[in-house]
């Protein structure tokens, strides 16, 4: 099974009210805006500008819109956005409901927004994201960013784990099939499985409090980040164990490909060319209501790391063939 990273709070499998905005005029517009924004994240501060293969789908309330031939065999080829090096056919196809996506899975349309590896080829992903119209049908908006400010930033984490996942996701398909656990095996597992053990959120939530303390002090402060790690250890001793031995690797994945797309949200959010917000707008933007473990801890890892190193310094690592985990960068770069 691949393994699909979704955005948790905005998947709602749910139809839109009727909203009557969006052509390929639209279309084209929207989706140049969210590659520019990755762009100017990716050249002007992760100072990278070779991008990794990937398959697009966005879809309106009629029309999908795709780089997949498996998605549309045979619609309508429109001009479409380009972005650096890949190489993009767009066409666009009516839809009846339900799209195709390029991995030949059928799914019904709704607010959702993914990223998954195509199956059997470790060097090729796809993203499938609603262009705004349909979001503005289901209500969707945010009192700290504004939809448009939301909607490019929920773009820029997906398409983050399209350039991570190449490199981890047949990693974790492996360790999938290694714990055959009788649930979703996705970035929320470990909280699927540990959220109803007090014990154990009392230990995380005190890990996690630790680094986001850490962020707001204007030094970073070696002994508290410390103590966070002493934390985090005696919780894997503690808890994954037997059945559960290798969720200490699951959970250094899933903290590095969500903290990544947080992160890389944040960063353009902060950008005097992006959204231009203060920084802890941005946070507070990004955060939302702190409700999945694996955004959260993973986002306040990267935030330490902006405050120890800045990003151009490390970020090949996290784009090369063997990516490293935000957990061995940061300890090697604080040790």
């Known amino acids: 099974m691949l393994v699909a990273l979704f955005l948790n709070i905005l998947t709602l499998y749910s139809q839109p009210k009727a909203i009557d905005c969006d052509n390929s005029i639209v279309f084209k517009a929207t989706v140049n805006y969210w590659f520019s924004a990755w762009d ?46 890949l190489n993009l056919n767009w066409r666009k196809d009516v839809h009846d409901g339900y799209i195709l996506l390029p991995d030949k899975t059928k799914m019904p349309i709704g607010i959702m927004a993914f990223a998954s590896l195509l199956p059997n080829e470790n060097d090729r992903s796809f993203i499938v994201m609603p262009l705004p119209s349909f979001w503005k049908g289901s209500d969707v908006n945010s009192n700290t960013l504004g939809l448009s400010n939301l909607l490019t930033g929920i773009f820029i984490h997906e398409f983050s784990h399209t350039q991570l996942m190449q490199s981890f996701g047949e990693q974790l398909s492996l360790l999938e ?34 680094l986001f303390y850490i962020i707001k002090q204007e030094v970073f402060n070696k002994e508290l980040f410390n103590r966070s790690r002493v934390l985090m250890n005696q919780r894997h001793k503690t808890y994954f164990k037997a059945h559960y031995r290798e969720l200490q690797k699951v959970e250094d994945f899933f903290i590095t490909m969500e903290g990544f797309g947080q992160y890389s949200m944040y960063l353009w959010l902060i950008h ?13 933007g990004v955060i939302k209501n702190k ?36 957990t061995s960068i940061l300890e090697r770069r604080i040790s």
């Open 40 to 85: 100017l994240i990716y050249r002007d501060v992760y100072k990278l500008n070779k991008i990794k293969a990937v398959e697009f789908v966005f879809f309106d309330n009629e029309y999908v819109y795709s780089t997949s031939n498996v998605t549309i065999n045979d619609g309508t080829a429109v001009e479409g956005p380009s972005l650096l090096n």
């Open 177 to 210: 099939k290694s714990m055959n656990v009788n649930m979703p095996f996705d970035d929320n597992l470990i909280q699927h499985i540990f959220q109803k053990d007090s014990d154990y959120v009392k230990v995380y939530n005190q890990e996690v409090d630790i």
């Open 272 to 284: 005097p060319k992006g959204g231009n917000y203060n920084r802890q707008v941005a946070i507070e």
């Open 291 to 326: 409700k999945w473990w694996s955004q959260e801890e993973g986002f306040a890892m990267f935030l330490v790391m902006d405050k120890v190193s800045k990003s151009k310094k490390w970020t090949k690592k996290m784009f090369s063939q063997k990516s490293a985990t935000i």
